[in-house]
């Protein structure tokens, strides 16, 4: 054994795979050493109350391990409701970044690009790209050890014409309105569905899936200054009609009767909980079926007894993390399906801002693109942008 591989072999039985060490720039170091950050929290709370930026030392790849770099990773609702401790899947805390208090890092949506394996790993070599394959990996760093079966690989193919956002962004949203346009009601050609929160990246794919899908929306929003600006953007997705939450009258059932040739609407699609959601649900045709995925307005959803007996609605919830656990294979073509429509250029990206993330980026700019994401009427998605990492 030469000098260099005994002391990295000394080096490596004496710290663990993650090694706490002072803030600093190089992010690779002689022997193979990763320095990394990543936010972190170790009480559940506020993001801006609880959040800290820590650094630490990645080992170089061993066995079955993979070195991945993170390249892109959105801020979802779902990912601050786990940071406030009210999301049904949270990641444990523990202490193996090496932080004094058992902690967790937040994110579950990346793009990231493989950095070094060790030597028993079979499908992955240096350079690849792969999405996260599981919710709650903790994705808001720069870089961690993972192995293959945390990690789905893309195609290098498909980078000609997907951006890393796109890539970064596409395993949680447009998965979520891919499955419950397809999976509740079955829609035909002309058929029409209805949705809240049609602004959002759940909402934006569901439009864009319509249309490439020959299918029509109603899409409600809430109403704002800057109101014919969202509608001309989500007319342009694809949006068949726009409405605010204050429209859900009388005149818009006549409206929805006439434009859908008095057959109605079968399937609404739900993220926000409350009046707006029991106004939807009253534009809704005869045994429809109401899925709900999301509680923007942390309100419950009631529905009038009424709807029940006399219209005999169906309602339903849908989450994207258990229908992809139990459903790997489904994923991987639903990601090859969506993947390829962004190749042919038929699905845009959801509009977003770009925090850059470098060696240097301090943990107070961390934690305001965190804040910018809880604010309503932002209008665009914070997603991390890595750079200076390599
Ligand atoms: N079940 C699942 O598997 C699943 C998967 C993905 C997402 N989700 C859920 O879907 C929802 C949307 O996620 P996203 O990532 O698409 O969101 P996003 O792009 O971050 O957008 C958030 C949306 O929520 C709206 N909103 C915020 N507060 C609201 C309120 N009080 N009343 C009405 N609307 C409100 C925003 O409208 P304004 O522009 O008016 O602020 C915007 O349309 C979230 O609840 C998320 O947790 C669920």
Known sequence: MSFRLRTLSALRSSLPRYTTIPSCTRYSSTFGYTQAKALVYSQYGPPSDVLKLHSHSIS??????????????????????????????????????????????PGNEALVEVQSVGANVKNFKKGDRALMRHSAFGTWRTHASATEKNLTKIDDSKFSKITDIQAATVSVNPCTAYRMLKDFVKLEKGDWFIQNGANSGVGRAAIQLARIWGLKSVNIVRSRPNLDELKEDLTSLGADLIVTEEELGRELKSKVKEL??????????????????????????????????????????????????????HTHGFWVSRWSDQNPEGKREMLEDIFNMMLKGEFKEVP?????????????????AVD?????FGGKKQVFVFEGTE
């Open 352 to 368: 977003v801002e770009k925090n850059i993330w470098t060696p240097e980026t301090k943990e107070k700019e961390l934690k305001e």
């Open 260 to 313: 859908t040739g008095g057959k109605g609407i079968r399937l609404a699609l739900n993220c926000v909980g409350g009046r707006a959601t029991t106004d939807m649900i009253r534009q809704l045709a005869d045994e429809a079926h109401v899925v709900t995925y999301g509680g923007m307005a942390r309100q419950p959803v009631i529905v009038p007894a009424s709807q029940y007996i006399f219209k005999d609605l």
């Open 60 to 105: 170089p790849a061993y066995g079955d391990e993979v070195t991945i770099r993170f390249l892109a990773s959105p801020i979802n609702p779902a990912d601050i409701n786990q940071i406030e401790g009210v999301y049904p899947t949270r990641p444990p805390l523990t202490t193996a970044l090496g932080t004094t208090e058992p902690s967790a890092v």
């Open 372 to 376: 910018r994401s809880v604010k309503g």
